[in-house]
T-cell receptor
Framework: GNSVTQMEGPVTLSEEAFLTINCTYT??????LFWYVQYPGEGLQLLLK?????DKGSNKGFEATYRKETTSFHLEKGSVQVSDSAVYFC????????????FGKGTTLSVSS | GAVVSQHPSRVICKSGTSVKIECRSL??????MFWYRQFPKKSLMLMAT?????????EQGVEKDKFLINHASLTLSTLTVTSAHPEDSSFYIC??????????FGPGTRLLVL
C-alpha cells in the first residue's frame, strides 16, 4: 500500500539550530511528495513539494530532496526561528487525477529563543 | 495563491442534531474536494472524496449515511454530520484540487457535540 512515515516528535530546538525532520514513504508507483505546515490554530499550508526523483523543493529556508533510491523526503532548515514552531506533515499523492494526499502523522516542532 | 474557505470555523451543537459545514474554493474551480478529520495530536484521516456532480467516494469505515457530502458546484462542497454524537467532536478540514492537481486546504472547522 501507500504510506508515509515521519519521525516521532516533538522536536525541541533553540533558535538558529539546524533542523532535520525525517520522512520516508512507500508507494505503488511514482508519487509527488509534499511538506505541509500547520501553525497553532490554523489550517494546513503547503510548504514545498517535489514531483520527481532528485527534485528539490524549497521555501522560506526549508528544503527537501526527493530521493527515490532511499524513498525519502527529509525536511531541513539551516537556522530555525521561533516562528517556525508548528506541526509539519509529510505527504504523498499518486499522480492520478482526483487522488487524495496521504499524510504522515505529523511532527511537532518547538523552537525556543 | 489559491484560497479555500470553510464555514463555520467553530460550532457547538447538542447531541442528536445535524451540522452542515461548507467548503468553498474562492478563486479557482475544483472538480475534486476532499474531507479530512483530524484528531488531537493525530494526522489527518481522509474521510471522503467529493466529486462535482457525482456521488462522493467514502473511505473504509466512514459511514456515508452519517457524513453526507454534497458537491453541487465547482466551488462548493458541503459536509453534513447527521445526528451528531460526542464522539463526532473533532476538527474537520476540507481541501480542493486545482487544475495542476495541487491541494489547498481550508482553515478547518472545530465541531463540539455536547
Amino acid at each position: 500500500g501507500n504510506s508515509v512515515t515521519q519521525m516521532e516528535g516533538p522536536v525541541t530546538l533553540s533558535e538558529e539550530a539546524f533542523l532535520t525532520i525525517n520522512c520516508t514513504y512507500t508507494a505503488t508507483g511514482y508519487p509527488s511528495l509534499f511538506w505541509y505546515v500547520q501553525y497553532p490554530g490554523e489550517g494546513l499550508q503547503l510548504l514545498l513539494k517535489a514531483t520527481k526523483a532528485d527534485d528539490k523543493g524549497s521555501n522560506k529556508g526549508f528544503e527537501a530532496t526527493y530521493r527515490k533510491e532511499t524513498t525519502s523526503f527529509h525536511l531541513e532548515k539551516g537556522s530555525v526561528q521561533v516562528s517556525d514552531s508548528a506541526v509539519y506533515f509529510c505527504a504523498l499523492t499518486l499522480n492520478q487525477a482526483g487522488t487524495a494526499l496521504i499524510f504522515g502523522k505529523g511532527t511537532t516542532l518547538s523552537v525556543s529563543s | 495563491g489559491a484560497v479555500v474557505s470553510q464555514h463555520p470555523s467553530r460550532v457547538i451543537c447538542k447531541s442528536g442534531t445535524s451540522v452542515k459545514i461548507e467548503c468553498r474554493s474562492l478563486d479557482f474551480q475544483a472538480t475534486t474536494m476532499f474531507w479530512y478529520r483530524q484528531f488531537p495530536k493525530k494526522s489527518l484521516m481522509l474521510m471522503a472524496t467529493s466529486n462535482e456532480g457525482s456521488k462522493a467516494t467514502y473511505e473504509q469505515g466512514v459511514e456515508k449515511d452519517k457524513f453526507l457530502i454534497n458537491h453541487a458546484s465547482l466551488t462548493l462542497s458541503t459536509l453534513t454530520v447527521t445526528s451528531a454524537h460526542p464522539e463526532d467532536s473533532s476538527f474537520y478540514i476540507c481541501s480542493a484540487k486545482d487544475l495542476s492537481e495541487t491541494q489547498y486546504f481550508g482553515p478547518g472547522t472545530r465541531l463540539l457535540v455536547l
